[in-house]
């Protein structure tokens, strides 16, 4: 594009109108450790963005203090709404927030999920959203219940085993 199209203002601006990050309709239960999470990653970005404002000319610091922005303003959203549940004060005989559970599914093959925050959720570790369909499945269940797991690869019967908080 020839740069007779081009306003001047839009080149510096280039990377830093960025959409907002979209904020859950759901309730934003927190265990302690998702609220830790989330101050701690506020905390690092306030750093970070302290570190990069004094690179006021640099157009890649502009961009990165843009994403930064954003984050912050999807983080402060999230703390301001977290409603910390304590897993310790759950009842211990049933599935609910905060839970670690162990299943069985059809095919003998054990599992263990721990059901958080959505903010918290890493499939890496173990950790699902409370939204998630194998939470819902789960939530309400007690030790040697069935559950239906709704998958797109089709249904799963999960039995219950162990519920540890």
Request: glycine share 6%; net charge negative.
């Amino acid at each position: 594009m020839s740069r007779g199209f081009v306003k001047e203002d839009d080149l510096e601006h280039a990377g830093t109108d960025l959409p907002e990050r979209p904020v859950s309709d759901h309730t934003n239960y927190v265990t302690p450790a998702g609220l830790s999470l989330l101050e701690n990653e506020a905390t690092r970005l306030d750093a970070e963005r302290m570190t990069l404002s004094a690179l006021k000319d640099d157009e890649s610091a502009k961009q990165k203090l843009a994403v930064i922005d954003r984050d912050l303003r999807y983080l402060s959203a999230r703390l301001e709404n977290a409603i910390v549940v304590d897993p310790s004060q759950q009842d211990k005989e049933t599935v609910l927030f905060g839970a670690s559970v162990t299943i069985e599914d059809e095919m003998g093959e054990t599992w263990q999920f721990h059901i958080v925050g959505e903010d918290e959720a890493d499939m890496s570790q173990q950790k699902v959203s409370y939204v998630s369909p194998i939470a819902r499945a789960l939530i309400g269940r007690k030790i040697g219940d069935s559950a239906v797991w709704k998958r797109p690869a089709g249904d799963l019967v999960l039995d219950i085993i162990h519920i540890n908080y």
